[in-house]
């Protein structure tokens, strides 16, 4: 026991690592699943572990095959890294125990346990990012993770030839991201001699307003935009996310944008955080703050107009990510952490809507999109009854998590910024009530003149449906945890910059 | 036991019709026999609750405590004894009339409609009994929401078109204004908490006040400020039931009830007064006031006068707050029950003529008073106690209300007032006098259900019985601000 309480950081890391090379050779696509799901539930064990192993210190440093830094590889756990953590492996192991029907359905028999074996090296890869505090480790992973999520959402094909061109944007735009984000590295280290995170942290104050710095920090961060769809960088998500098998779209909406938002407050708070004033400073404040409010309103407005569901929530996506980024921007405790909050928050609203509306698809054998969707209500109630509550939650409504998210992103914005920030993402938060209530409307109201016979609802789609709704309501009741974890995330990382 | 039960008592109610009315729609009669009592036993709590507050008690309870400052909790107060006490004992009217209604209108789904009628009450009671900014404006949201299946009861794209005005305004306020003012007497006073006196004295600059004030009076769409005020009209497709209960009393009295709350436990009536926050809210309820009345008069759909009227009456008890004396916000306490019971009465009788005849415009009632005299002479109290007409219940209000404006010298708003008492009495009686004194015209098959008439008659008679028996309502709203 001691021995796993020791090597919890890499274990969760290691463990959908080494299941997915056992998945990848089964020939048996139910034995893939299962082992899948004991694998993603061992990840979420070690998990909830290593909560509690943090409640005693205030940060866990591994050095990975005992070298210790800056030569060898530091995975840290700390405040901050433990609530994407926790994101990754509850929702990874939920959509896991998910995804069995849909993989069967979407994809070629003889490839479902190789997918297997990418779904759980993509969440492998995600958990990488998160624990390491290499720099280039952290792109060691950021590939692993990407290239596994292309594949992932090339294997959506079966159902939908444009599968294919969108893994392949998604793949060159990722590889561009991802260069940016090493070259920048290289420079790092030209300049410093270092890839360990909190040695860089030390040695680039000393060296003041040095041009290979910035020109670095400005690398890192442009790639790491890319990989968290920050506007205008965000066209591969859409398509992405709308084509890949649908377990695929819940996994990534859930958790793949937000690991990389938590990369972008990783390189700006903890590499940068020390020489915050000179380099930082700007680039959030200016950069970020406006792109976020471009992208609230760029993506509402897109997901207005367009017919597809899953696309629809893409495009949703991007203007949530646009207020995860706008909290982050404002640079304020109370800032970073709304930003937090809406973190956790969307990736519970999000995998709740894509998992019932892919479950739609999947019970009417039809892609979803706004007219073919109309009366589907009265045929899938407990469905549509999961749906309604995310959505809610995505409008904000009281007593859901979308509520608290809004309350402490407002608060934020009002109290770094005056009436007119909160005033813009109300704005866009009323507008994004038009595609929710689109959806709720059409679902709601029968056809005219058309017998609809209800469809039977499996109970493997709709108990996990319901238990992310379920947190949904949770979550915006009980909302102590999801505060004091993010303020506390929020002042280690401001802490930083001081 | 602990008085705290009642507040348990009538909140609780609602909320367990809501889950067990699903549970019997193989039963209708026992489901419906749910609304009645639950009505019956809301009440009983909001009477003793009443009672305790005037024996000085101050009964809270916290639901649920998220963080320091934040909290889903409950506290009595004056303004809230009046709302719990008009929102249940009107149910328990209202749900036997629904019964007759839903039934004799042959309507379908009627599980559903019973079910989200109970939700619908128990937010209005949550809004009641709230003791803070959150609390409020999560029922307020919850209300709204619940009352959307009620508005597009019969899913057609009539119902569609409507029930898109009545959520995108009433959601869209909320967001867009009224949940950043309650953030920003978050941000200055560190609390959200009601307070006898207000709390934003002394923490905000005399000249943001105005603003503040109008982040919340157009944030609160349910008072149906003009240019906010089109969902009310949009919100008439309802099934009548749903327009009396909803749009004449919970719904609309919440509100104005969040209005007025604002203005004495947020602001303070003595703050508004200092710093003439207020001013420029006179002036906008009395455009309202005015512009809504002449609206009324051009209308022939029986139930859009009804609405217009309803935005005018509202506008009243806005008013009242915006005046912001202590006798001004005791008229408009008053008014919230005098123009509940007397609306209700009129919707109440507008529906039973549907019911009877399915007509709904007003040219076609001409000589029908002959064949549903009840039903006439119920319209024509209700009406007068709207007007404002001793002995009907309505003329206290109206008495108070222009009181408060003699005492600030508001000269202009009595002549509003007398104005729109004026259009008053020729839109609304027009019916009953078409009813009795014109001939009829053609010959309509008239089927009445016991479970209308009787009710619509009887909420007419309240508004006689409140004239005679306003001391305790006197003494209730003399303690709104703070005055124990």
Same mark, same amino acid.
């Given at each position: 026991m001691t021995f796993i309480i020791k090597n919890l950081p890499i274990l969760i890391v290691i463990t959908p690592l080494m299941f997915s090379l056992i998945v990848a050779?089964?020939?048996n696509n139910r034995l893939a699943w299962i082992l899948s799901t004991f694998a993603s539930f061992l990840t979420m064990i070690f998990s909830i572990l290593l909560c509690f192993e943090l409640s005693n210190n205030s940060n866990i440093s591994y050095y990975l095959g005992n070298w210790p830094p800056p030569l060898g590889i530091e995975y840290v756990i700390d405040k901050v890294s433990i609530i994407p953590i926790i994101i990754v492996s509850v929702i990874g192991f939920i959509a896991t125990l998910y995804a069995h029907n849909f993989f069967i359905l979407e994809i070629d028999r003889n490839l479902v346990s190789k997918t297997y074996s990418l779904w759980l090296l993509t969440i492998a890869g995600l958990m990488g990012l998160i624990t390491t505090a290499d720099a280039f480790n952290l792109f060691v992973f950021l590939e692993i993770s990407s290239l596994s999520a292309v594949a992932l959402v090339a294997l959506g094909s079966k159902m939908d030839r444009k599968a294919l061109i969108a893994g392949y944007n998604y793949l060159i735009l990722g590889a561009v991201g991802a260069t940016f984000y090493v070259i920048g590295v290289g420079l790092l280290y030209g300049v410093?001699?270092?890839?360990n995170m909190s040695d860089l942290a030390q040695k680039i104050?000393?060296?003041?307003?040095?041009k290979s710095v910035i020109v670095a920090f400005t690398f890192m961060m442009l790639g790491i935009m890319v990989k968290a769809a920050v506007f205008p960088l965000h066209i591969w998500l859409p398509n992405a996310y709308a084509y890949a098998p649908s377990p695929v779209s819940v996994l990534l909406a859930a958790t793949a944008t937000k690991v990389s938002i938590y990369i972008l407050v990783r390189i700006s708070y903890t590499i940068f955080g020390p020489s915050y004033e000179i380099y930082t400073f700007e680039s959030l404040r200016y950069v970020l703050l406006y792109l976020a409010i471009l992208a609230m309103f760029a993506g509402t407005i897109m997901a207005i107009f367009e017919k597809d569901v899953k696309k629809l929530l893409a495009h949703s996506s991007v203007a949530q990510i646009g207020y995860i980024v706008l909290g982050i921007s404002l640079a304020t405790s109370p800032g970073i952490a709304s930003g937090f909050i809406h973190l956790i928050n969307h990736a519970l609203i999000k995998a709740g809507l894509f998992m019932s509306v892919v479950a739609m698809g999947y019970y009417t054998l039809k892609r979803i999109d706004v007219n073919s969707i109309t009366g589907l209500g009265r045929q899938v109630p407990i469905t549509f009854f999961a749906f309604v509550i995310c959505a809610l939650s995505l409008a904000g409504?009281?007593?859901?998590?979308g509520f608290i998210s809004k309350l402490y992103l407002i608060k934020a914005a009002f109290m770094s910024e005056g009436i007119w920030l909160p005033f813009l993402i109300l704005v866009s938060s009323a507008l994004s009530l038009i595609y929710i209530w689109k959806l709720i409307e059409g679902l709601w109201y029968?056809?005219?003149n058309s017998k609809s016979e209800k469809i039977k609802e499996l109970p493997e789609i709709y108990i996990p449906l319901l238990i992310i709704s379920f947190l949904n309501i949770y979550f915006g009741i009980d909302a102590d945890l999801i505060i004091d974890n993010s303020f506390i995330a929020s002042d280690a990382l401001i802490s930083g910059i001081k | 036991m602990a008085n705290e039960f009642y507040i348990y008592l009538s909140i609780l109610t609602p909320l367990i019709a809501f889950f067990i009315t699903p549970l019997l729609s193989s039963n209708p009669n026992l489901r419906d026999s749910l609304g009645p009592i639950g009505g019956i036993i809301t009440f009983y709590s909001s009477l003793n609750i009443a009672s305790l507050y005037l024996n000085g008690e101050i009964l809270s309870y916290t639901?649920?405590?998220?963080n320091e400052t934040l909290s889903i909790s409950f506290k009595i107060t004056g303004l809230g004894v009046i709302f719990g006490l008009v929102a249940s004992g009107l149910w328990i009217l209202a749900s036997i009339y629904t019964i007759g209604y839903m039934r004799g209108n042959k309507e379908k789904n009627q599980t559903r409609f019973f079910t989200f009628y109970s939700i619908a009450i128990f937010a209005a009671i949550c809004i009641a009994y709230s003791g803070n900014l959150l609390t409020l404006f999560i029922f307020y949201e919850i209300l709204t929401f619940s009352t959307y299946p009620l508005v597009a009861h019969k899913q057609n794209n009539a119902a569609k078109q409507a029930g898109r005005i009545y959520m995108g305004i009433l959601v869209g306020t909320s967001i867009v204004f009224l949940l950043p003012a309650i953030i920003i007497v978050w941000v200055l006073t560190g609390s959200l908490d009601f307070a006898p006196n207000g709390v934003l004295k002394g923490n905000?600059?005399?000249?943001y006040v105005p603003f503040l004030l109008a982040l919340f009076a157009f944030g609160? /769409?349910?008072?149906?400020?003009m240019p906010f005020h089109k969902w009310l009209p949009a919100a008439m497709v309802a099934p009548t039931p749903v327009s009396a209960l909803?749009?004449?009393?919970?719904v609309v009295k919440a509100g104005v009830f969040s209005m007025l709350v604002v203005i004495t436990?947020?602001?303070?009536i003595d703050f508004l007064t200092e710093t003439s926050g207020a001013v420029w809210l006179i002036w906008v309820s009395s455009i309202t006031l005015l512009i809504s009345s002449c609206i009324a008069l051009t209308k022939d759909d029986l139930k859009a006068r009804l609405a217009y009227s309803t935005i005018s009456q509202l506008s009243y008890i806005v008013l009242g707050g915006a005046i912001a004396t202590n006798i001004a916000v005791q008229g408009a306490a008053i008014h919230i029950v005098m123009h509940a019971v007397g609306k209700i009465t009129l919707f109440f009788a507008a529906g039973s003529i549907y019911v009877a005849t399915h007509l709904s415009k007003?040219?076609?009632?001409? /000589?029908?008073g002959k064949s549903m005299p009840l039903t006439f002479i119920a319209f024509f109290i209700g009406s007068l106690s709207i007007i404002g007409?001793?002995?009907?219940?309505?003329s206290w209000s109206k008495f108070y209300l222009m009181l408060g404006s003699v005492e600030k010298d508001y000269l202009l708003v009595i002549y509003i007032l007398a104005i729109s008492t004026l259009l008053n009495v020729y839109y609304l009686l027009e019916i009953p006098a078409k009813a009795f004194f014109q001939p009829k015209r053609t010959n309509i098959q008239v089927t009445k259900h016991p479970l209308i008439v009787y009710p619509t008659f009887f909420a007419a008679m309240l508004t006689i019985v409140l004239f005679i028996y306003i001391e305790p309502l006197k003494h209730i709203t003399n303690l709104i601000s703070g005055n124990q």
């Open positions: 050779v089964l020939s410093t001699g270092t890839l104050p000393a060296l003041g307003l040095n409504l009281p007593l859901t998590v029968n056809k005219t | 639901f649920f405590q998220i905000i600059s005399n000249e609160i /769409g349910k008072a149906a400020l909803l749009h004449a009393v919970a436990y947020v602001f303070g007003i040219s076609d009632l001409n /000589g029908m007409v001793p002995p009907m219940g309505g």
